[in-house]
């Protein structure tokens, strides 16, 4: 399943990859989240099914889930240049392999300076507080590329935005699944900057979620929305232009801020993986 927003220019790469790795029985779909380009002619002429959707990955996400009953859905990002290896044969191998309910694809990205920000310091400092059974899933935990078993998928609503990938991880650690990390390589990809909306909305869910299962009381949520505010508008400025170093000493201060003190770690019934 291939979410995709305007991604004339990539997503016939990952759609023959997907077809490639396909077996008997297969889907290759590409959602197509509100594009105004000619995404989905080009989706088609590469061999894909293709779906008119929503605008959000999320929300695509949730559509696309709405059709499959295969035990397994794989999720591809559309915005793939290269890569060294068949990324969706490598989570197939991977998922086939083990007993993990979900694999993460980890890699590295063809620039080296890449900068993982709003994992880096909104991500993981809010996981590890709220919900340290989650776990490490590799230095792309909130990667686009990961086969999920549809089971853990049934009977829940995607958030609409790019909150998708951290409701994903929190909320199969929270059904007693488990999660595996399958290196792809190296992946050169046309990724685009979000300002801080992706940042924004990767931290919002996990307070969400948090709230959610009550683990943050709802009168220490706007402290905790106000953390959220100065990391985001902390990481928002980084461009490349500025230089490695100079980035990341603004990461490693975003990141040492200090935490709000409200709000509850894994509640004592709770199981910690």
């Given at each position: ?16 990859q997907?077809?490639?790795a396909?077996?008997p ?9 509100g ?14 099914e293709?779906l ?6 999320g ?5 696309a889930?709405s ?6 859905t794989?999720?591809l ?72 078993r ?8 995607l958030p609409?935005?790019?909150g998708?990938?951290t409701?994903?991880n929190?909320?199969?650690?929270l059904?007693?699944g ?6 792809l390589?190296?992946i ?19 307070l ?11 009168a ?8 959220l ?6 990481i928002a400025?980084n461009t ?11 990461l ?13 770690q894994?509640p004592?019934?709770?199981t910690?993986?």
């Open positions: 399943m291939i979410p995709a927003h305007n991604e004339e220019a990539t997503v016939a790469t990952i759609v023959g997907a077809l490639q396909a077996q029985g297969d889907r290759v779909l590409v959602v197509d989240s594009s105004t380009d000619d995404t989905a002619r080009r989706a088609r002429e590469a061999g894909a293709v008119d959707g929503p605008l959000g990955k929300a695509a996400m949730q559509l889930v059709t499959v009953d295969h035990e397994w794989c999720f990002d559309s915005d793939v240049v290269t890569s060294e290896r068949n990324v969706p044969a490598l989570l197939r191998e991977t998922a086939a392999g083990g007993t993990a309910d979900q694999v993460v694809g980890d890699f590295e990205y063809d620039h080296p300076g890449t900068i993982l920000a709003s994992t880096f310091t909104i991500y993981e400092p809010l996981t590890s507080r709220f919900f340290p059974e989650v776990g490490y899933h590799g230095a792309h935990a909130l990667s686009g590329f990961r086969a999920v549809t089971r853990y998928l049934r009977d829940v609503e609409p935005d790019f998708v990938e409701f994903l929190i909320s199969l650690a059904s007693g488990r999660a595996d990390v399958c290196h390589g190296v050169g990809s046309r990724y685009r900057f979000h300002g801080g909306s992706m940042a924004t909305e990767i931290g919002t869910r996990i969400d979620l948090a709230e959610a299962h009550g683990r943050l009381d709802p220490d949520r706007p402290e905790w929305d106000q953390w505010a100065a990391g985001v508008a902390a400025p490349a232009d500025q230089g490695r170093s100079a980035i990341l000493s603004r490693f201060s975003t990141v040492r801020r200090p935490m709000p003190t409200g709000g509850t894994t004592a019934h709770s910690s993986r």
